[in-house]
């Protein structure tokens, strides 16, 4: 009766009365739009906001420190508990465009206006992307695989602490990332590959052990 009564007295409004109710409900509608659409694909309103995407961003890069946190388990369209860490280096060098990109729009605020804990989240994630920008030309020289750390040694242990098997479904997507294995070994000998043919190769010493 209630949803009822609630129809009649809408149907019994004054024109008048009805187009300012469209108005409200338009003009709501793309308020919610105009925030989401900057919230999601352009510089939102609050820093704090885009502190929040900036992580989720990042973390979205890295399957397996995600599957680690546990923030967006069983989430639709951002779970990723079957895929793997890219190590290949096309997805390094999309990892350093996002870098710069959250740079460029973390320097869109004005400085000037933050205080508190604005401020200090600023200053230092503007030293983290600004620092990874600023060592992009050397972002290649390192060693992928070598006796101490590298792929080899962190599967297993990412399969054995970071996979953690409470279900079923849990279980089969474990089973989904055994099977991407060949597909990462695949991905670091081009990694290994491309550093390769830019002059940066292990040590003799690393290669024997």
């Known amino acids: 009766m209630k949803h009822y009564s609630e129809f009649v007295y809408l ?3 004054k024109p008048v009365h009805k187009r300012l109710l469209l108005i409200c409900v338009t003009v709501s509608f793309l308020v919610a739009v105009v925030l989401t659409v900057k919230l999601i694909w352009f ?3 609050s820093i704090h906001h885009f502190f929040e995407r900036a992580y989720y961003e990042m973390l979205l890069e890295d399957p397996e420190s995600l ?3 546990h923030l967006l388990d069983g989430v639709p369209f951002f779970d990723q508990s079957t895929a793997l860490t890219d190590p290949s280096s096309t997805h390094q060098k999309h990892q350093a465009a996002l870098g710069r990109k959250l740079l460029g ?4 605020y004005n400085r000037d206006d933050l205080n508190g804990t604005e401020l200090g989240s600023y200053d230092v994630f503007h030293w983290f992307l600004q620092h990874n920008v600023e060592g992009e030309q050397f972002q290649f020289y390192d060693y992928p695989l070598n006796q101490f750390s590298g792929a080899h040694l962190a599967f297993p242990s990412f399969m054995m602490r970071g996979h953690k098997i409470n279900s079923t479904k849990d279980a089969e997507n474990y089973l989904a990332r055994l099977h991407q294995w060949p597909d ?5 000998i081009e990694a290994m590959e491309y550093r390769r043919q830019i002059g940066v190769i292990p040590p003799t010493g690393v290669i024997r052990q």
């Open 105 to 108: 729009t973390l320097e869109e």
């Open 184 to 188: 990462k070994v695949s991905a670091l």
């Open 43 to 45: 510089k939102p309103f």
């Open 11 to 13: 149907m019994e409004m």
């Open 67 to 69: 599957s680690r946190s």
